[in-house]
T-cell receptor, first 114, second 117 residues
Framework: AQSVTQLGSHVSVSEGALVLLRCNYS??????LFWYVQYPNQGLQLLLK??????LVKGINGFEAEFKKSETSFHLTKPSAHMSDAAEYFC????????????FGQGTILTVHP | DTAVSQTPKYLVTQMGNDKSIKCEQN?????MYWYKQDSKKFLKIMFS???????INETVPNRFSPKSPDKAHLNLHINSLELGDSAVYFC????????????????FGSGTQLSVL
């Protein structure tokens, strides 16, 4: 069975500062990893995904995440936060033996202040 | 335009009733899903349909039955509602690809908050 832990339910940054949202996973087989974003009053939207190949993946809106197997982590970063990045972010894991079955973390609310 | 829309947004009902939640996507996607969000905010998959065919059916009580009249719609019917069914239910969709790891939801609806009294 796989699981996901997002460290910090709330993260607050200043506009222009680095965004770092932490995600650690647990999986007995090689995982596929995902980040989703939920803007206010909207549904979740896929931000980026890691399946195989390059461990640094880029997503929409300047976000990227790096898969580190040794640390079982998949942290989400953005060099410079924008006010429009304020949203809730969810990390998720899926394994090759259970395709389509995503296990989500509990979410991290990102606040960006001027 | 809303990519994935589900109705109603809020649903309050009595124990024992039968209710339905509707979901429609206008993205032309092949695959649709239903997820349940529990009190700890974890999302758990319930069902997935690809081109109207059931491909994922998690351990869900028989009282829950998905219905896909066409690939743009996936409705969720719940019979004999119980207190424990209270949760937020999310519909989602994705475009099918050849590889299994591509079958993950891309867009979710905004959720239906079900309260069983």
């Amino acid at each position: 069975a796989q699981s996901v832990t997002q460290l910090g339910s709330h993260v607050s940054v200043s506009e222009g500062a680095l965004v770092l949202l932490r995600c650690n996973y647990s999986s007995s087989v090689p995982p596929y990893l995902f980040w989703y974003v939920q803007y206010p009053n909207q549904g979740l939207q896929l931000l980026l995904k890691y399946t195989t190949g390059a461990t640094l993946v880029k997503g929409i809106n300047g976000f990227e995440a790096e898969f580190k197997k040794s640390e079982t982590s998949f942290h989400l970063t953005k060099p410079s936060a924008h006010m429009s990045d304020a949203a809730e972010y969810f990390c998720a894991v899926m394994t090759g033996t259970s395709y389509g079955k995503l296990t989500f973390g509990q979410g991290t609310i990102l606040t960006v202040h001027p | 335009d809303t990519a994935v829309s589900q109705t109603p947004k809020y649903l309050v009902t009595q124990m024992g009733n039968d209710k339905s939640i509707k979901c429609e996507q206008n993205l032309g996607h092949d695959t649709m899903y239903w997820y349940k969000q529990d009190s700890k905010k974890f999302l758990k998959i319930m069902f997935s349909y690809n081109n109207k065919e059931l491909i994922i059916n998690e351990t869900v009580p028989n009282r829950f039955s998905p219905k896909s009249p066409d690939k743009a719609h996936l409705n969720l019917h719940i019979n004999s509602l119980e207190l424990g069914d209270s949760a937020v239910y999310f519909c989602a969709s994705s475009q099918n690809r050849d590889t299994r790891h591509s079958i993950v939801p891309q867009f979710f609806g905004s959720g239906t908050q079900l309260s069983v009294l």
